[in-house]
């Protein structure tokens, strides 16, 4: 009897759960509880020595659309960027906005007016938070 309570649910656990199950349905995300952090998606810029590149600029944009996702910086937090060389992509203000949905983005990082990386993301936003579904998290300027 244990023998078949035990596969029961060992095939419970693991066939009814897909974690692309939430953006294939409907989800009403006004019944979802969320926790209160607010999450960025951020990547880092290097040259091939490791040493963190401070870019002049970036800008994120929608493949799709062609809209600029780039938020709006302070001076002081574009400094803040360089020195770690850490930029952010995207962030759970697009929850509200795209709720359920991947979405493919451009990331372009320039020096001098001029575009020294490029790189594709797919990021994903469920009813509470973003996340990173695929693309390079630490990008090498040779």
């Not at 009403?28 to 990547?43: K, L, N």
């Not at 930029?87 to 709720?99: R, T």
Request: aromatic letters at 10%.
């Amino acid at each position: 009897m244990w023998k078949y309570l035990l596969i029961f649910l060992l095939l419970s656990f693991t066939g009814g759960c897909s974690g692309d199950d939430a953006l294939q349905q409907n989800v009403d995300c006004g019944s979802v509880g969320c926790t209160e952090q607010f999450e960025t998606i951020s990547i880092e810029v290097k040259d091939d020595a490791g040493v963190k590149v401070p870019l002049d600029s970036f800008e994120v944009t929608d493949l799709l659309t062609n809209a600029d996702l780039t938020a709006n910086y302070s001076e002081e937090e574009l400094q803040i960027f360089r020195d770690n060389g850490r930029y952010p992509i995207y962030n759970d203000s697009f929850v509200e906005v795209h709720p359920n949905e991947d979405r493919s983005i451009v990331f372009k990082g320039f020096i001098g007016g001029n575009v020294v990386v490029t790189e594709t993301y797919v990021v994903r936003a469920d009813c509470c938070h973003v996340s990173l579904v695929s693309g390079d998290e630490v990008l090498i300027i040779n």
